[in-house]
């Protein structure tokens, strides 16, 4: 003690102090296998020492008892100290971690005080935590990469609770969903869940929760934020507590609606071709095998059956191409080359290439202007509505055509019965056709129109139907005007 210490004169003071300087030889300070206790006075003088811990540094008693942390440690061991120890004499309890000789240590100081309250000296403990600290940086390090890798995973994530509500979820399932994170944890899994779904995956999570099954994985769908339907695939499993008690569910959802469009689309295509190749391959068979025999030696029967042979080879040209190119479309391979076309000769193109029969084509409403388009797209446009309206119409087709502020409108009519209002809304979807459509004789494959719209958006169009005057169908495509410069009829 200092000769300016306020109580260095003060008697009971002075017997704290002398108390602690003692406490060296107390049985309590030899009871910490981990960790060591001292106290040190308002020099920062160690008045005693002990515990274990004095070992694992390399100190001891006989080393600390009667010196200044200045003659104990080095001067970058005292400047991370000293201000602690000060701060336990000026009344103020502080922890902290402090490096020494390659371990951490935490550091715990309090003041001492007389039996008036004023701080006669200063307690310490401290412990080595190397492991300790390193454990914690581990645990922390492992939680913010699952939090990383939980937030920013390119697929679905989500922690459900027992009855369905969502604790926890991504941005790749707010996405997948439209929801945002708020108004998922607002809601259950039930509550975007297909309704003809919901039973297969409340059976699963039954089965899971009584340990029937460790984990499970289905395919469902979930109805978007915006009423879509997406399908994905759920997998499944539940964290249980030690005792097995059931906590949460772990969620991870794969957006398969692309997966499942394409092997629809593949599933339709092969009951197409099944379907609708087999009539026309039957009829030129079938014809092949008349030419084989008897009927060679007449003339006129030859010419008939060659015809009938072409017709059905084109019919079953037409619907190849179509399903090229509604694979090609689907596949994102469409590449639009646009030129100036003129619509008439686009058109006369087309009455040629399609198969129409006696059904006539009337142009003369057909103005004479060019559109900005695929030559080629055109083309095969043109053909799926002049093979439409012939087959649905009354024999016959009227082509019209208009033009306003930049844009060109090709009308092509028909007089047949028209499309079922009820039909309408499904006109352009693939493989679609309609009840009358299928109870007809016409073939078809639900093809056509719907490369229609996909080919005319592609060129910056749309295509409409409508009840024609005639009392049939009228579908109008509007596509870009040409600029000035060279025309081209293809």
């Not at 402090?98 to 004023?118: C, H, I, K, M, S």
């Not at 502020?405 to 679609?432: A, K």
Request: charge should be negative.
């Amino acid at each position: 003690m200092t000769g300016s210490d306020p109580t260095s004169d003060d008697p009971v003071s002075q017997d704290v102090v002398a108390a602690l300087r003692d406490a060296g030889d107390h049985p309590l300070m030899d009871s910490f296998p981990q960790g060591a206790i001292f106290a040190f006075d308002r020099d920062l003088r160690y008045l005693s020492a002990g515990g274990h811990g004095l070992e694992d540094v390399g100190l001891s008693r006989s080393m600390l008892e009667g010196r200044t942390i200045s003659e104990v440690f080095p001067a970058e061991t005292v400047g991370l100290i000293e201000p602690l120890y000060r701060a336990a004499l000026d009344g103020t309890s502080t922890t902290w971690d402090v490096p020494f000789e390659g371990r951490t240590y935490t550091q715990r100081l309090a003041p001492v005080t007389d039996a008036a309250g004023a701080v006669v000296a200063g307690l310490g403990f401290t412990q080595d935590v190397t492991e300790a600290r390193a454990a914690e940086q581990a645990l922390r390090e492992s939680a913010l990469q699952n939090r990383l890798t939980f937030e920013h995973a390119p697929i679905g994530k989500a922690i459900v609770e027992l009855d369905g509500t969502w604790r926890q979820v991504n941005a790749a399932l707010c996405e997948l969903t439209g929801y945002t994170e708020q108004q998922l944890l607002g809601m259950t899994f039930q509550d975007i869940t297909h309704p003809d779904d919901l039973d297969l995956d409340l059976d699963h999570l039954g089965r899971l929760v009584e340990g029937e099954i460790r984990s499970y994985q289905i395919e469902k769908r979930y109805v978007t934020a915006s009423h879509q339907v997406v399908w994905v695939l759920l997998s499944v499993a539940l964290v249980r507590s030690e005792e097995g008690a059931p906590l949460y569910f772990i969620s991870q959802i794969v957006d398969i609606t692309e997966t499942k469009r394409q092997y629809q689309a593949l599933q339709d295509l092969t009951a197409m071709v099944a379907h609708d190749l087999r009539t026309p391959a039957a009829v030129v068979r079938g014809f092949a095998e008349l030419l084989e025999g008897r009927a060679a030696a007449d003339p006129q029967k030859v010419r008939d059956y060659a015809a009938r042979i072409a017709a059905s080879a084109e019919a079953m040209m037409v619907l190849t191409d179509n399903a090229l190119t509604a694979t090609a479309i689907s596949d994102g391979h469409v590449a639009v080359r646009p030129a100036a076309v003129t619509l008439r000769g686009a058109v006369d193109a087309a009455v040629r290439a399609a198969d129409l029969g006696a059904t006539s084509v009337d142009t003369e409403a057909l103005d004479d202007l060019a559109a900005w388009v695929d030559p080629v797209h055109l083309g095969q446009v043109l053909t799926n509505l002049l093979t439409n309206a012939a087959k649905y119409g009354d024999g016959r087709i009227v082509v019209s055509s208009t033009s306003a502020e930049g844009r060109v409108r090709i009308s092509v009519t028909d007089d047949g019965r028209g499309v079922e209002p009820d039909f309408v809304p499904y006109l352009f979807e693939r493989y679609s056709r309609s009840a009358a459509a299928r109870a007809g004789r016409q073939r078809g494959s639900g093809l056509g129109l719907h490369i229609v719209s996909d080919l005319v958006t592609a060129n910056d169009g749309h295509v409409t139907y409508a009840r024609s005057a005639l009392g049939g169908a009228d579908f109008v495509v509007e596509l870009p005007a040409a600029p000035h410069g060279p025309l081209t009829d293809r």
